[in-house]
């Protein structure tokens, strides 16, 4: 009962959408707005062919690949960073710059550097993902309560062992927030990354189909975004619902008292 | 890490030498402790009390080796202390914030231990026995969170008490825990320490609570501190709420630590630093009622 409560929650807004869109066309014949109807049709030709092999997995590979990547990068940088004073004074300031740069104006700097190449696609993917992770880390390890940091202390919870039980635990909500940046970041730049000088993948093909007035096609690409997007952000939350169970929970209970 | 016991009494678990304290901040210096010297003797329960500000929380940093002594040393069991050491234990007043959120009670008492790398098999009975000692034993899966501030504290106690030290420091462990709670935890105190006979330093606010405690109590002046007076506590080894403190004695020995802590709110200072004195000629007169005895957190 209550899964299909939630289920109506979920799919009561889209449907109502989808609705509005077909009633909306109804007997029109615009070019460039296709029917629900039309889409749906095109939709499975479309994508569920050699296309699914040829550009959907490779860029939803490249995707997983880079955002994994910073995530690592950025939990590793973060926690280093958070950590030993001299280097975060150290570091900063540079890091506020490269920052700042916008990860689309890197593509042609990569592809010259790197060529067009799977590895240049994925660093742009890193390059924009990683400073949410990075920077929620710094703040998440430099706010490790100073009471818990004494007794891990005094018990000889030193190290690794100190990193492992305690900082990142203790940070893991800052992280958390920020990878759920970096997803919404990543699926961006996957599709940035693609347009400029790609011969496959999502973002490569939807511009393909727009410069060849494939305009049904086209618009079924982008809804092949928004549901890797909703399926990323579900798989996110289902993660992030157990590995904090603790700290909603916590939150929880000083709310209610 | 030189032995440099020459000056402790050879008996001392826990010495505590010359040891002074000051704090560097932009206003200038400030001179926390300013000359500390006492012994506990293995197997000791001492209270230390004083007024608030009296750099009691300073004190027990640089004994638990979480900070550096500005001069002066301490000494666990003849080594010098230059970093928390293996044999001690500390509990510490912010139950809330001790404990791991993240780990269940077990895994918040297992951990210290599994951090050393103690058999698993080991590791299971010292927990189970530690928690329960402090009457714990039917909430491991919980998560702190999930108890009450007093059963936090409990858990804390499990933990410090499963890691097996030598000597325990408590830090006003039961300043934020409520009247009843607290006298439940007081008497769990006397249990533990009895049966481990550990060495406890349990510093306090609270002079009832000092005189309950302790086999002897050390009052700290006011800051810059020192040692205002160290008494010995002559009542029964078997302690309880209700007939300790109906004793004439315990009224005696409270009125007299009461009134040492009054003095040094005034800016009293003992005339010979570090002259134990004994407590045998407690005054009767009842102290100024404006007094606070506890009510103050750190």
């Known amino acids: ?257 | 890490m030189q032995p440099s016991a020459a000056q402790a009494a050879p008996e001392a678990m826990l010495s505590v030498r010359g040891l002074k304290k000051v704090y560097q901040t932009d206003g200038g210096d400030v001179e926390a402790v300013r000359n500390l010297t006492f012994d506990l003797r293995a197997g000791e329960l001492a209270c230390l009390v004083g007024p608030s500000g009296s750099g009691k929380t300073t004190l027990l940093k640089c004994i638990s080796g979480l900070m550096a002594p500005t001069e002066g040393e301490v000494l666990l069991d003849g080594k010098r202390v230059s970093g928390p050491p293996k044999k001690m234990a500390v509990v510490f007043q912010e139950y809330g914030r001790s404990l791991f959120p993240w780990m269940r009670v077990r895994d918040n008492v297992e951990l210290p231990l599994k951090n050393q790398g103690v058999p698993k098999a080991e590791r299971d009975r010292l927990v189970d026995e530690a928690l329960e000692a402090v009457g714990l034993a039917h909430v491991p899966r919980s998560y702190p969170w999930q108890l009450s501030g007093g059963m936090q504290q409990r858990v804390a106690i499990a933990r410090a008490i499963a890691y097996q030290p030598e000597v325990l420091l408590m830090d006003e462990p039961f300043a934020a825990v409520d009247a009843q709670t607290r006298a439940d935890l007081e008497d769990l105190i006397r249990v533990v320490w009895k049966k481990l006979g550990v060495t406890v330093l349990f510093v306090t606010h609270d002079i009832d609570e000092s005189v309950y405690l302790g086999e002897r109590v050390i009052i700290l002046s006011s800051s810059p501190t020192v040692v205002q007076e160290d008494i010995v506590i002559d009542l029964p080894a078997e302690r309880d709420q209700l007939n300790t403190r109906s004793l004439p004695r315990f009224t005696e020995l409270r009125h007299h630590v009461y009134e040492q802590i009054q003095l040094a709110k005034k800016g009293h200072r003992p005339a010979a630093a570090g002259a134990p004195a004994a407590a045998t000629a407690a005054a009767s007169t009842p102290a100024a009622p404006t007094a606070d005895s506890g009510a103050s957190g750190a």
């Open chain 1, 1 to 257: 009962m209550k899964v299909l409560k939630t289920a109506a929650y979920v799919l009561a807004l889209p449907v109502l959408l989808v609705l509005a869109w077909w009633v909306s066309t109804l007997g029109t014949v615009n070019f460039f707005v296709p029917t629900p109807a039309a889409l749906v049709n095109k939709f499975g030709e479309v994508w569920f062919g050699p296309r699914f092999f040829s550009d959907v997995l490779p860029s939803i590979a490249r995707l997983l690949i880079g955002v994994v990547a910073a995530i690592v990068i950025g939990v590793v940088g973060g926690v280093l960073i958070g950590s030993v004073k001299w280097l975060r004074a150290l570091l900063e300031p540079t890091l506020e710059f490269f920052r700042a740069i916008p990860p689309p104006v890197l593509v042609p700097v990569l592809i010259l550097l790197m060529g067009i190449t799977d590895s240049m696609k994925i660093a742009v993917i890193i390059s924009g993902c990683v400073w949410p992770v990075l920077l929620n880390t710094i703040e998440g390890v430099r706010a490790v309560d100073g009471v818990l940091s004494d007794s891990a202390h005094t018990y000889g919870i030193d190290g690794w062992a100190r990193v492992r039980y305690l900082v990142l635990p203790s940070a893991s909500p800052q992280i958390l927030a920020g990878v759920r940046q970096s997803l919404s970041l990543g699926l961006i730049l996957m599709v940035i990354s693609e347009m400029f000088a790609s011969s496959s993948g999502l973002g490569f093909t939807i511009v393909q189909f727009q410069r060849s007035f494939a305009i049904p096609e086209m618009w079924s690409g982008i809804v092949v975004l928004g549901l890797l997007g909703v399926a990323m952000s579900f798989i996110f939350q289902w993660a992030e619902r157990n590995i904090l169970r603790w700290y909603h929970g916590q939150k929880e209970v000083e709310n209610a008292a």
